[in-house]
């Protein structure tokens, strides 16, 4: 049975943009394409979760890794890396998400000075990354000895049982950055001083954190990409009607900033 639409009718003619009468500052660098995630308070500011490109990826198997959600967050979109796994598997992807750039990054490439050269390349293919903290106990926190970087070392010309004490960059020649230091301002000293990392150490010499001359270049390179409160890339979890009690928590412990139910079993 067809149907009368009594409202006006409209053609696409009708928002045909008028050629001369487009304004100056109407320009495509000034287009905002942000727009809210999730529902919020009417009258509220503003959305808790904003997205800078309104596009999400599936929460799909085949679709959103860990690797999805670093490329679409780099362009301003969010992912929602699927639940289909186990919870420990989406937790590490989660995990390399939060992990790939930050503000001030919190070590996870530490050893101690007597460790060798093969520890050392044993730890940097464990974790992929080539600038390695020296401190008195090996852990994150300990009191910086050194630093440790491709350039501070041959292969070809160092036995693998040499200590890493014996190449690294020792304390006193480094370029460090003290507690309290603003993210802006410890940019300021990597470019000043013409390095690629800057230790950021407490005042009695232990280290708190690093900030590495990649993430400035990658967040100029793109500057919609979306990041939380600590400067790292934001991701979704999809999450099941099944294990959740177990699964929710340690996807937020990971830093998970948003969640969704798979449309199928939340419509269960």
Not at 47 to 56: A, E, K, W, Y
Not at 70 to 84: D, E, P, T, W
Request: with cysteine; aromatic share 6%.
């Amino acid at each position: 049975m067809a149907y009368y639409f009594s409202q006006e009718s409209r053609t696409f003619s009708e928002y045909l943009l008028v050629p001369n009468l487009t304004a100056k500052d109407c320009t495509p660098d000034r287009v905002n394409l942000a727009t809210s995630l999730v529902r919020y308070r009417k009258g509220e500011e503003e959305s808790p979760v904003c997205i800078n490109l309104p596009v999400t990826s599936a929460i799909m198997q085949s679709v959103s890794d860990d690797q999805m959600a670093i490329a679409l967050a780099r362009l301003g979109g969010l992912s929602f890396v699927y639940g289909s796994q186990s919870i420990d598997s989406q937790v590490a992807m989660i995990g390399r998400v939060k992990k790939y750039k930050a503000g001030i990054v919190t070590s996870d490439s530490n050893l101690k000075p007597d460790a060798t050269l093969a520890d050392l390349l044993e730890l940097k293919q464990k974790t992929g990354h080539s600038t390695v903290a020296v401190t008195d106990d090996g852990t994150a926190n300990g009191f910086l000895a050194g630093i440790v970087t491709s350039k501070d070392y041959r292969i070809s010309r160092t036995t693998p049982e040499t200590p890493v004490k014996e190449f690294m960059t020792p304390f006193d020649k480094l370029v460090i950055g003290r507690d309290g230091i603003s993210l802006s301002e410890a940019n300021d000293l990597i470019w000043d001083h013409k390095v690629n990392q800057l230790p950021i150490v407490s005042d009695d010499g232990r280290l708190i954190g690093m900030v590495f001359r990649k993430d400035y270049d990658e967040h100029k390179e793109n500057p919609s990409e979306l990041l939380d409160a600590h400067k790292r890339l934001m991701v979704g979890a999809g999450i099941n009607t099944r294990d959740y009690r177990d699964r929710v928590p340690s996807l937020v412990e990971a830093g998970a900033d948003v969640l969704c139910i798979d449309s199928s079993d939340g419509f269960s």
